[in-house]
């Protein structure tokens, strides 16, 4: 609009001038037929009239002149004022694209929206079923614990991927019970175990199972029927059969864990329990799902990143939230890896038992580290350091230790360098508190 203005106001100029030179023209003519004429007569009226219409040439002439250079300058003037507006818009224009700029440089590419193509209520559909799995996969992790505090995980000597049929005559359970008798841990640990109390074990080990067994067909029914109504697309329909094909592996991990707690220990003290090894692979397993799962989730629900809601705002702070969102996720990623790592050294502390060996803190066995870091296997031989960092109960409880002391002090960091960022979004602040909260509770659990 102002390059037209511009070359509005120069036309114009040039018409105004045009106009002026036509005019000087004709009365030019006009005045030279007059001399002609005059000159043409010797009467002292011909001069007197010869003398009077060369005057009035000189004056329009004079006039014509000035009234040009005005127009001329007054162009020059809007010239330089359109070019300074022009100017303004020009750095206007080039500060906005340099901000977009500056925040696109900050957001991540990323990946086609899992929910790109949906209506709102497919999407509210598909999120309200992937929410309610994640709380069931949750439920699952919590339901294993349980299993394993009650120590029922090795109540069922046999596992079918269809499902195993409880006993339900008494000579069912008679048989279902010797055949556990036939186990180490009921040889070694439960030798004065009755049926009743064996019953109470075999049914937590059931029902953990089962309800695995059920999160399987919430899951797969009403993905079929989603993909069937065309409410599932592509990228979206491969993560959850990624999902689906974890969910079916963590089966077949979970009685690899339990055919190891079935097998005679290498020593005739050591009490039968599962290889930490394969419990530490069966826990890391279902945070994964887990992980995933309320990941998937929140991409649903939340298709568009935060930060592209940020920059979309147009708000003169975007750059600035942005950049504290970015600083922020360079701290956030290295916590959560140690976090965990901080999770999986829980396994081999739970697999070993190395829990019940030092109920003092921070002091073990009345020392720092304790006497009995380097351990020895059954025949009395040093432990390698591989296998002293994950099979020896002091080694394990010590490392676990100092791993969630350095979560702890991880966490503070964490929460104090994300709330100290004034630009940062109300919304990451709000997580940064419950992560504060959340730990807080861990600790005093």
Known sequence: MLLRLLNSARREAGSRTGQLDGATGSSVGSLASTLASSTSSTSPSGARGFSAHVARLAHFANVTAGVRTTVAAAARHGTRQVGRYSSSASIASTSSATSTAAVSTLIPATARSLVEGLTASQRKAVTWWLGGSSAWVFSMVVLGGITRLTRSGLSMTDWKFTGEKPPGTEAEWTAEFARYKQSPEFKRVNISMALDEFKFIYWMEWAHRMWGRGLGLAFALPLTVFALKGAMTRPLASRLALLFTMGGTQAFVGWWMVRSGLEEPASPHDVPRVSPYRLAAHLTSA?????????????TAFPKPLSMIVQESGSATSVSAVRAMSKLRGLVVPFAGLLSVTALSGAFVAGLDAGHAYNTFPLMGGSLIPEAYWGEDGLGNALSVWRNAFENTASVQFHHRCL???????????????????????????LLHALAVGTGCQVGV
């Open 287 to 299: 945070f994964a799902i887990y992980a995933v799962m309320v990941w998937t989730t929140l991409s």
């Open 404 to 430: 969630a002391v350095t979560t702890l002090l991880g966490s503070a960091a964490v929460w104090k360098y994300g709330t100290g960022m004034s630009s940062l979004p109300r919304s990451p602040r709000l």
